[in-house]
């Protein structure tokens, strides 16, 4: 594996699932194949698990970690080409990605959308320019569109509950006060349609994801319904995809409660974190023996290890 921004930059899925498995049962048996080989965490935007859990992971390889806030940090980057640069902004990202790549033998880089430009948003203009400018492997730490290391972590954790039957696995949209980003919702529909699960979607009417990444899930606007005989119910908020960036409504009708988890199959609840107890779910589901959110997050580190092995690997 070279990049690894979207399922698409993923050759062999079983493959790197087998490496999280071995990486999770014995997380120290490759501490050299990181030796003399540095990893650069970029962030734009804000970040508790994916910087800690990429940090530790690198670290299990045996890999140096250098970590940089570039939008409190930084010089202010110019991404326009050909912009003539006698404004605020002092870099042009083509110099800054190649000067980054040249410290480090991998790029993880962070950056939200907008939520004001649909088009520029999902052209993924950071993550495109890191991987054009860098001249070595990217790995998205979320981008606009998407958050692959998430969405491995959850097809992992979900593995490791995976039912006598097959399961039946339900992405539910939640409230939320503030507009929030696809990616997370995206990604986790474009990695679970391969899988051998019933996946259906819930939402209210206006929070269509786009159909790329709905794929064929079963879409339905009765959360209640999408509930029943659920085996596991992964919640996370989203701003509208139509109504590119809009809250819609915020109101506590769909938020995860105990009731509601009544209706599934003694469902596991998760959740990418971080989440706003009693507004996406309530504390009686968060505090119950069906969370296994904070089991989630911890393989989080299993995730960005399997993914650093194979680059790892890859480049020699
Ligand atoms: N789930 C997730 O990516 O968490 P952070 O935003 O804290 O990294």
Redesign the pocket.
Known sequence: MHHFTELADVPDLPHLLETAKTVAQSPFSLDTLGRHKTLGLIFFN??????LSSQKAARNLGMEVIVMNVSTDGWQLEFQDGAIMNQGKAEHIKDAAAVMGSYCDILGV?SFPSLTDRDADYAEQVLTAFKKYSGVPVVS??SATR?P??SLTDVFTIQSHWPDHRPKVVLTWAPHPRALPQA?ANSFAEWMNPLDVDFVITHPEGYELHADFVGSATVTHDQRAAFEQADFIYAKNWSSYSEYGQILRADEEWMVTAEKMALTRQAKFMH???VRRNVVVADEVMDSAQNITIEQ?GN?VVGMQAVLVEILQNIG
Not at 46 to 51: E, M
Request: glycine share 0%.
């Open positions: 804000s970040s508790l698990r994916t910087r962070r730490l979320e958050h290391l998430q997370v990418c974190l971080p997050a989080r």
